[in-house]
């Protein structure tokens, strides 16, 4: 079949699940907390129970008016009922990859694990607080990282009074881990 003929859409990859996350290293599991899978699960159980259905009522509605070529509702709800499966989609793979850890049983435990919300002080004197997460679960602006960036990975397995070295492209910087924390049981 010749290129003239060959759709756009067919070429791309149907199985799209929208932005696409870090990948893992090779051979790691997809580790989340109690509460990342739980919000995850959550918004599985909102997409398939209130919003699609909404959206496929909306589009039925449209469809029987007649000519879907100029209807609006139509032609949007069509496509927000695409991109709501694709959520669906995305969720639900990640759902099943995941394992979950609950960072509440290394309470106590003065070393830096998954789960840990880390106090450390920079070489210039900046003092950072991070909580160490799963990919699906990184705010930046609440100061959750992924355990696989590099700040996280340069902070693993150490302790209150370790300092740790970060490769930067500005050059190697030390971290000097202040307290490590862990939520409380129950």
């Known amino acids: 079949m010749s290129k003239a003929f060959v759709s756009e859409r067919d070429s791309e990859d149907d199985d799209d699940d929208g932005p696409r996350l870090p990948p893992l290293p090779q051979g790691a599991r997809n580790y989340i907390t109690p509460a990342g899978y739980a919000r995850l699960?959550?918004?599985?159980?909102?997409?398939?129970?209130?919003?699609?259905?909404?959206?496929?009522?909306?589009?039925?509605?449209?469809?029987?008016n007649g000519d879907r070529s100029e209807n609006g509702d139509y032609i949007y709800g069509k496509k927000r009922l695409r991109e709501i499966d694709r959520r669906i989609r995305f969720l639900g793979?990640?759902?099943?990859?995941?394992?979950?850890?609950?960072?509440?049983?290394?309470?106590?435990?003065?070393?830096?694990?998954?789960?840990?919300?880390?106090?450390?002080?920079?070489?210039?004197?900046?003092?950072?607080?991070?909580?160490?997460?799963?990919?699906?679960e990184?705010?930046?602006?609440?100061?959750?990282?992924?355990w696989i960036s590099p700040?996280?990975?340069?902070?693993?397995?150490?302790?209150?009074g370790d300092v740790v070295t970060l490769p930067t492209p500005s050059g190697v910087l030390s971290l000097e881990v202040l307290e490590v924390s862990y939520p409380p049981p129950g």
């Open 151 to 160: 700040v996280a990975r340069a902070l693993l397995k150490s302790s209150v």
């Open 138 to 146: 990184v705010d930046t602006a609440q100061g959750r990282i992924s």
């Open 93 to 136: 793979k990640r759902l099943d990859a995941a394992e979950v850890v609950d960072p509440s049983l290394q309470h106590g435990n003065g070393r830096v694990y998954f789960g840990a919300t880390v106090v450390y002080a920079q070489d210039d004197g900046v003092e950072r607080e991070v909580t160490i997460v799963g990919i699906d």
């Open 41 to 64: 699960r959550d918004e599985l159980r909102t997409l398939l129970d209130v919003e699609r259905p909404k959206v496929v009522e909306t589009v039925s509605w449209a469809a029987s």
